[in-house]
């Protein structure tokens, strides 16, 4: 199995996470993500008050998943009852909370520290209509909310981010400053699921949240930042629904994983699958822990200024006569052609763009020198 990392101080037996989300929302699940074998979990996100539900809040459009829940339905005293069933054993319990001000923050964080949280986790924005702009915006406003959750506990602090706080050095040196251990990163993104363009209304009533795989590219492009502008661990989420996407986001420097809406469309067994071929794919690649491949891929990315312009052209690998022209309609620059019903290059003309390498279904294009 995983050997064990260490996140803000604690230790964990795995890098896999449970991210705040109704798949924790009480004792009960908060135990099935445990027996599933998360090294911790994340509750969904108390608050002082119970937030209603809305229904429909699901929507599921292929990867696609939008939802409009925001908290916990639970009042903060029914979350010190379901808390008292869970058996925790070596799975360490974050508690995700929310407040409207530093005060609340504070009085959250000493509430859930003495139902038996080993970190907070505090959530700074929401993808539909509550985001606090101030606090979202301004490090000042951040500052203040972060450090009274410090100083209120004696258990470490993470701070959850939005996408557009995660690219800000100077709102992540603030979070930093506060005395946060570590930043989960991303939060859903603002979306809506479509126009029904014969009623002309929207598939949804209010915004949601965005998630699923289509929203990784995102997440991992994240990851990397924040690698650069933050010596404090980084828990990634978004869009990670394999062991491969996990594997990604370690060697771009993570130091943990959270699956989040992988739970909701795959059940509580893909943690335990996850964490299976995690370890399936170190064995089998001679790697005995998984800190041997965090960051990996960091050396491979550089700024778009440093990268020096290459002369590589696309060539055939094998003659191509099959009618499906993906290659001819999608070059802008007029290099790829027929001539007598097979393909063509010409290399005098094409730019090196790679277009063509990424679409051709039969993978016998390639770019490389000439």
Not at 249 to 266: E, K, N, P, R, V
Not at 300 to 314: G, H, T
Not at 315 to 320: E, I, K, N, W
């Amino acid at each position: 199995m995983s050997k064990p990392i260490e996140l803000m101080g604690l230790h964990l037996k795995n890098p896999v996470v449970t991210a705040a989300g109704p798949w924790a929302r009480d004792g009960k699940s908060i135990q099935r993500c445990i027996d599933a074998g998360a090294a911790a979990v994340i509750t969904e996100t108390i608050t002082l008050e119970a937030k209603p539900r809305i229904s429909p809040r699901l929507f599921v459009d292929g990867y696609r998943m939008f939802n409009t829940m925001l908290y916990s339905d639970l009042h903060l005293e029914q979350w010190e009852s379901e808390l008292e069933i869970v058996k925790k054993r070596d799975c360490k319990l974050i508690c995700s909370i929310w407040g409207s001000s530093a005060t609340e923050i504070a009085y959250l964080a000493s509430k859930v520290e003495r139902m038996g949280a080993d970190a907070v986790e505090i959530s700074i924005s929401a993808p539909i209509g509550t985001r606090n702009e101030s606090l979202c915006n301004h490090s000042s406003d951040i500052y203040a909310f972060v450090h009274a959750a410090v100083e209120a506990v004696e258990i470490p602090v993470m701070v959850k981010l939005s996408y557009e706080a995660a690219v800000s050095p100077a709102f992540l040196r603030a979070i930093q400053q506060a005395g946060a251990r570590a930043v989960s990163a991303i939060d859903a993104l603002k979306g809506l699921r479509g126009v029904d363009i014969e009623t002309q209304r929207a598939e949804m009533v209010t915004y949601g949240g965005y998630t699923g795989r289509n929203i990784r590219p995102i997440s991992l492009a994240t990851t990397a930042q924040l690698c650069q502008y933050t010596p404090m661990q980084i828990c990634s989420a978004g869009g990670i629904t394999s062991f491969e996407h996990a594997l990604e986001f370690i060697m771009l420097g993570a130091t943990a994983i959270q699956l989040a809406s992988a739970i909701q469309l795959q059940g509580y067994g893909v943690i335990t699958k996850v964490l299976g071929d995690i370890d399936a794919w170190l064995t089998a690649h001679g790697y005995s822990d998984i800190s041997e491949i965090r960051g990996a891929a960091l050396p491979s990315l550089r700024a778009f200024e440093d990268i020096k312009p290459q002369v590589i052209k696309a060539t055939l690998l094998q003659p191509c006569d099959i009618d499906c022209d993906i290659c001819t309609n999608g070059c802008l620059y007029d290099a790829i052609s027929r001539e007598d019903g097979k393909i063509v290059i010409d290399a005098n003309r094409c730019e090196g763009c790679g277009l063509c390498v990424a679409c051709c279904p039969r993978k016998i294009i390639e770019l490389g020198w000439i």
